[in-house]
């Protein structure tokens, strides 16, 4: 497949978690959307970078491919959740034991289009690769609308669970050429010439 656009992604906002450990998992056993051969994975500091293989070798190096953002950063898991546990024993014993817990890396893909997903060169493509990451998400949402083929598509996943979702068309703000609501200084009558 040449990777001439298939698509594009014009909006899109996330709120993803997910484990850095299934993240790691999830890539190492993923099959990739048509032109992307790899998706090669750097971490610098607490930034993560995804970024498309390109399956056409006449893609010059140097042209930047699509890749997706996360930030990593640690939650604390408990062992059991720690408040039914304190329900559970209010007993007379004022001294509590403490709750088995650890801290554990997350890749966080949290943010609008430009933060989450950059470059165009195989961008849809790679935000098939952030819904994919997203089912495997347990915790977060990820809204979009974008072009493939020519059609509008709106997609939504809430805790890895796809959900209906439709394209709605509103009127934006109004050019400076229309009404604007705002005062029409040339012709007001509380200022005199």
Known sequence: MST???GHVYRLHSTLELP??????????ATYPDG?????????????????????ESVSKYTPSAQL??????????????EERRNAFRW???????????????AAFKGDRETVLQN?????????????????????TLTAISDHDGDLE????????VRPADVEVVEGPRDSTGQSGGVN????KFISD
Not at 36 to 52: G, M, P, S
Not at 97 to 104: N, Y
Not at 154 to 161: C, G, L, M, W
Request: aromatic fraction near 6%; include cysteine.
């Open 4 to 6: 001439e656009e298939s």
């Open 20 to 29: 850095l450990e299934e993240l790691h998992d999830h890539l190492d056993e």
């Open 36 to 56: 992307i051969a790899d998706v090669e994975l750097t971490r610098r500091n607490n930034t993560l970078i995804l970024k498309a293989d390109a399956e056409d």
């Open 69 to 82: 953002k996360a930030s990593v950063v640690e939650n604390r898991v408990y062992e059991e959740d720690p």
């Open 92 to 106: 007379e014993d004022d001294e509590e034991e403490e709750i088995e817990s650890e801290l554990v890396e997350y």
């Open 120 to 140: 165009s060169l195989l961008q849809y493509e790679m935000f098939q690769v952030l819904c994919d990451i997203a089912q495997q998400s347990e915790k977060g």
């Open 154 to 161: 709106a997609t939504r996943i809430v805790d890895s669970e």
């Open 185 to 188: 200084w040339r012709d007001n």
